[in-house]
């Protein structure tokens, strides 16, 4: 920290939402060029916090202070104007543009006459993708991007405000672990320049890290600002959840159940690409009553694996795949959840939530036939199905009638979980599914994936973070460029020796 006077000073905020308070009187103070670290549980506030910040919350109670003076932002560009930026927890990414216009969207670059300047664009772009290590063109939609990438052009999009006070809402989320430690490199370098960071994760080991001071709050409320040196992760978690969150571990290997679901030589084309495959020659075995793990690094074809599986790869995929013994080939995911497989996918914002209905409508849009009268949705009957999920999950909400929009990120994946749970499904495809969940929420999915398969249900899941696979499965399978390169039992398999295999690049056909 450069000085004890605070530049961002903020008092009693409190905010109204309807049925929540979201926050209640909550005060910090940020110092210049501080890296200033916000942890909470999913709920807790941290979001909505800073959006009122940033300008995307104008209507609130309480003062925030900017260099000593008082200021209210109307907008996020009343904010940007002020020297504030954001990168957002849920992408705030237009789809149809390229990489380029995203970042520029709103500031774009115009030549003397008022037209657009895209070669300058692309350019700053192209410099700004290259400070975060990024492979993404500018001139790339950004639809047809995966999640990873998406989140570095949101990434890129708040650099290249150039701001004075950037606000970090899980900018690792959907980031591999060498992503990550390219994103560290650029935080470094930012605060070598004085840049101030306000910083909300999950995840400990990068607040350890990062941070200066830790503020915590819980269910809208300060409970405490500390000195990162001071503390520890034990104590900071303990803060966050009121109580203590035991070391979490599934109950052991179920491995020699009976075989729910067998893939055999699975390939998946890609049509004009230079490489041939998305996935190559892929052969894998889940018993009843099992976790099975799937890592790799970004590109490493986690994602597209389960999409085969659940019928919703763009292209046809090549091989086998029988369940419960019978050859199945879906054409839809429609298809799939008939035959018992369900499948949570990673882009929660785009692929998960249907932003314009409720809690209880988003849980039971998966099994409408349920809680339907004569083709009529029965409102007692939907109301009933919901409760059940959203109970079992703890998913914090003002009800079923709230805006599914009105959840923190990590409610509205339990409560997307819980949609795929309501179908009884015989196997569960979990991608990335603690991204953006805070530790007790983790341990609450961890404790409930562990029931599941007490019960018999064959899960497969993929994630970003290691130690989390670690903590799961019974068995891994490494992929790297859609190869399988091994497979570890959980006496196995490390970090290390995952890694080695997520390395080890297959042969060029």
């Given at each position: 920290m450069t000085s004890t006077e605070p530049l961002i000073s903020i008092r009693r905020i409190t905010k109204r939402f309807p049925g929540v308070v979201a926050l209640d009187g909550v005060s910090i103070d940020v110092a210049p060029g501080e890296l200033h670290a916000v942890v909470g549980e999913n709920g807790a506030g941290k979001s909505t916090l800073m959006k009122c910040l940033c300008g995307v919350i104008a209507d609130f109670e309480g003062e925030i202070r900017l260099d000593g003076r008082t200021v209210h932002f109307r907008n996020t560009?009343?904010?940007?104007?002020?020297g504030?930026?954001?990168?957002?927890?849920?992408?705030?990414l237009v789809g149809q543009l390229s990489a380029a216009a995203n970042i520029f969207l709103g500031r774009e670059k115009t030549h003397g006459l008022g037209l657009l300047n895209d070669r300058a664009m692309a350019a700053d772009a192209a410099e700004l993708l290259r400070q975060l290590e990024c492979e993404v063109h500018p001139g790339q939609l950004v639809r047809d991007l995966r999640v990873g990438d998406q989140q570095l052009v949101e990434i890129a999009k708040a650099l290249s405000l150039r701001?004075?006070?950037?606000?970090?809402?899980?900018?690792?989320?959907?980031?591999?672990e060498t992503e990550v430690q390219r994103l560290f490199r650029v935080i470094e370098r930012l605060r070598g320049r004085g840049v101030t960071i306000l910083y909300i994760s999950h995840k400990m080991d990068e607040v350890f890290?990062?941070?200066?001071?830790?503020t915590v709050l819980r269910d809208g409320r300060l409970v405490d600002t500390l000195d990162r040196r001071q503390t520890d992760a034990r104590r900071v978690t303990h803060l966050m959840v009121g109580r203590e969150i035991a070391a979490s571990s599934a109950s052991g290997s179920s491995a020699d159940g009976e075989v729910v679901l067998e893939v055999r030589n699975l390939s998946l084309p890609r049509p004009g690409h230079a490489q041939k495959w998305q996935l190559r020659d892929v052969n894998l075995r889940l018993h009843r009553g099992e976790i099975l793990g799937i890592a790799g690094l970004m590109g490493a074809g986690r994602t597209e694996l389960l999409e085969c599986l659940f019928g919703a790869s763009p292209e046809t995929p090549q091989g086998t795949i029988l369940l419960e013994g019978r050859e199945v080939?879906?054409?839809?995911?429609?298809a799939a959840l008939k035959a018992g497989v369900a499948l949570v996918a990673e882009d929660r914002k785009r692929l998960g939530v249907f932003a314009n209905l409720n809690v209880g409508q988003n849980v039971t849009m998966g099994t409408l036939d349920r809680v339907a009268v004569g083709?009529?949705?029965?409102?007692?009957?939907?109301?009933?199905?919901?409760?059940?999920p959203i109970e079992q999950l703890d998913v914090k909400t003002a009800g079923l009638a709230a805006p599914i929009t009105s959840l923190s990120g990590g409610n509205q994946q339990k409560a997307i979980i819980g949609r795929w749970l309501l179908t009884r499904p015989k196997v569960l495809l979990l991608d990335d599914p603690t991204r953006g969940v805070d530790v007790g929420a983790k341990a609450e999915l961890y404790r409930l994936m562990d029931d599941l398969c007490r019960e018999g249900l064959g899960i497969i899941v993929t994630s970003s973070e290691l130690p989390e696979l670690l903590t799961l499965c019974d068995r891994i399978l490494v992929l790297c460029e859609g190869h399988p390169t091994g497979q570890l039992?959980?006496?196995e398999a490390t970090e290390h020796r995952i890694m080695e295999l997520a390395t080890q690049r297959p042969g060029v056909e």
């Open positions: 560009t009343d904010a940007e104007a002020a504030i930026g954001i990168i957002h927890q849920e992408l705030n701001a004075g006070v950037l606000i970090m809402d899980e900018p690792t989320s959907a980031l591999t890290r990062l941070a200066d001071r830790i080939a879906f054409a839809h995911p429609a083709g009529l949705i029965s409102p007692k009957r939907e109301r009933a199905a919901a409760l059940g039992t959980r006496a």
